[in-house]
């Protein structure tokens, strides 16, 4: 699976949008793009995750450049509660099994009030 | 949906002592995987079960830990004996085997090692 680069960290004040950016420039044409969070003392939560279209759900929007190379996850009105660790991970579709999921170290994002 | 469930949620233990870790998947999701994460670091994948199968146990340190799956539902992770080094959360985590579904984790445990 492809390598992810993501900020060491980065703040945001509460009610903007936070914009979380991912470089993924080995993506391969079969190759998702996932996001997952930590909010401290908690596991992993699954955010979003798209192959080569924008996705947007409840919680946020993933915006996917025309060459796939990068992504930047969009959280519109970021809140406190948003304050965790953001992961980007690059995945190929399961095939036979369910395929892992391995984090990097991931973008600490703290919204500020 | 009941989440993943772990116990316990906190464990000190000395080195060299044995420990065991309890998962209970989400009714339903075939594969269920075990993450170590060291303080400051993303998780690890230790060990991934399809039903009660292993998939891959490739990063595993097979001298000292062990997993398992009885009847493909509840997992336990053992560590004996445990190292310093162990210190860690031990994550778990479900997913269906097919689809593009993302894993559902649980809130992991947390082993200090002294």
């Known amino acids: 699976d492809a390598k992810t680069t993501q900020p060491t960290s980065m703040d945001c004040a509460e009610g903007r949008a936070a914009n979380l950016p991912c470089n993924h420039s080995?993506?391969?044409?079969?190759?998702?793009v996932y996001w997952y969070r930590q909010i401290h003392s908690q596991g992993p939560q699954y955010i979003i995750h798209g192959l080569k279209n924008n996705e947007t759900n409840e919680m946020a929007s993933l915006i996917i450049t025309e060459d796939r190379k990068s992504s930047t996850l969009i959280l519109p009105h970021a809140t406190l509660r948003d304050t965790a660790v953001y992961y980007c991970?690059?995945?190929?579709?399961?095939?036979?099994?369910?395929?892992?999921?391995?984090f990097g170290s991931g973008t600490q994002l703290t919204v500020l009030p | 949906e009941a989440g993943v469930a772990q116990s316990p949620r906190y464990k000190i233990i000395e080195k060299r002592q044995s420990v065991a870790f309890w998962c209970n998947p989400i009714?339903?999701?075939?594969?269920l995987y075990w993450y170590q994460q060291i303080l400051g670091q993303g998780p690890k994948l230790l060990i991934q079960f399809q039903n009660n199968g292993v998939v891959d146990d490739s990063q595993l340190p097979k001298d000292r830990f062990s997993a398992e799956r009885l009847k493909g539902v509840d997992s336990t992770l053992k560590i004996q004996p445990a190292k310093l080094e162990d210190s860690a959360v031990y994550l778990c985590a479900s997913s269906l085997l097919r689809g593009n579904y993302g894993y559902t984790f649980g809130s992991g445990t947390r082993l200090t090692v002294v």
């Open positions: 991970i690059v995945r190929s579709p399961p095939s036979g099994s369910a395929r892992q999921l391995t």
């Open positions: 009714s339903g999701h075939a594969t």
């Open positions: 080995t993506i391969s044409g079969n190759e998702y």
